[in-house]
């Protein structure tokens, strides 16, 4: 494996892992390690990288082999390359892809669950550490990884003047679609961000279908939230399903990463002004 691994970590990306032994997705280690492009481990995360950088986390989902989460941030990584704003300069300085154990099995849904419990709760001191040095923080979740990130914010103290998290891009959250709402599960972690933006679709047979089978809810990441008037100002609902078919098609879905390049931009009206939005071939957005 590892012959597939350095290319892959060559790409511009900071690698981090709680995994044991960094690449295990079965078993969560002892602390989080640090890869850099020459494939080098430490045995902790040199956050004084990141100083004054702007950064984007990587967060992989449940059922993800090494392989298959460094492929996709490869992917992911290229496509937020060929953004630039107005002045020409790439959106990010530094793209951090983060390995947790979320188990590489189909069937092992609940313990990746707890996996991601387990992860969320050193990954609280990890988001404080580097929102302290880092010029901006934005996240980028899919599926069960926006449950270890929302469970990670959720302890934090509250601080209106600084929120750790700047934008926090959330694809095919599997949560249930109450769980941002005010008195909800993650409502207190929808305070340590700036702006929560919810990327769903009516196609994705995995939510739609084992979501519900396994927690006997409908998932945040399928038709969006239950109750509009119950969630937060700073969260936005993006409709994808016309560019969406499958769980993990948001990583190809050349409008979605337009669209956050248009929403830095402030092309897009921003969640205070439309809740919710359907995704438009040109990477805009109008509301539903």
Same mark, same amino acid.
């Given at each position: ?6 290319? /892959? ?9 709680? #995994? ?15 890869? =850099?492009?020459?494939? !080098? ?12 950088? #702007? ?5 992989? %989902? ?10 996709? +941030? $490869? ?7 060929? /953004? ?12 951090? %892809? ?11 849904? +609940?313990?990746?669950? @707890?996996?991601?419990?387990?992860? *969320?709760? #050193? ?6 550490? /580097? *929102? ?5 923080? =934005? ?10 990130? &929302?469970? *990670? ?9 600084? @929120?750790?998290? !700047? ?14 709402? @005010? ?7 929808? $305070? ?12 994705? =047979?995995?939510? @739609? +279908? ?5 927690? &006997?809810?409908?998932?945040? %990441? ?34 979605? +990463?337009?669209?956050? &390049?248009?929403? !830095? ?11 919710? &939005?359907?995704?438009?071939?040109? %990477? /805009? *957005?109008?509301?539903?």
């Amino acid at each position: 494996m590892m012959s597939f691994l350095f290319p /892959l970590i060559a790409a511009q990306l900071v690698l981090w892992s709680d #995994r044991a032994d960094f690449w295990n997705p079965d078993v969560l280690g002892m602390a989080t390690e640090e890869c =850099d492009a020459s494939g !080098q481990i430490d045995d902790m995360v040199m956050f004084q990288e990141f100083t004054d950088k #702007r950064v984007l986390m990587l967060v992989h %989902g449940f059922n993800t082999t090494a392989d298959s989460a460094l492929s996709n +941030y $490869k992917l992911i990584e290229g496509n937020f390359s060929m /953004l630039k704003d107005e002045t020409g300069n790439e959106l990010y300085d530094v793209v951090i %892809g983060y390995l947790w154990p979320g188990n590489d099995h189909g069937g092992e849904y +609940y313990q990746a669950k @707890k996996h991601a419990e387990k992860a *969320a709760k #050193r990954m609280t001191d990890t988001v404080q550490k /580097l *929102a302290s040095c880092a010029s901006s923080v =934005d996240l980028f979740a899919h599926s069960m990884g926006n449950r270890l990130m &929302l469970e *990670a914010l959720k302890p934090l103290p509250a601080n209106p003047s600084k @929120k750790p998290i !700047q934008n926090f891009y959330s694809l095919a959250p599997a949560v249930d679609n109450e769980s941002l709402e @005010k008195g909800e599960e993650y409502y207190p972690s929808t $305070k340590q961000c700036e702006h929560i933006f919810v990327f769903h679709s009516e196609r994705d =047979d995995v939510l @739609k +279908y084992l979501y519900l089978s396994s927690e &006997l809810d409908r998932a945040l %990441g399928y038709k969006g939230e239950e109750h509009s008037k119950y969630v937060p100002m700073n969260v936005q609902f993006i409709d994808c399903t016309p560019f969406v078919g499958g769980h993990s098609e948001y990583f190809h879905t050349e409008p979605l +990463y337009q669209f956050i &390049l248009n929403q !830095q931009e402030m092309k897009i009206d921003p969640p205070e002004s439309a809740m919710h &939005l359907k995704l438009l071939e040109n %990477g /805009l *957005a109008e509301k539903i």
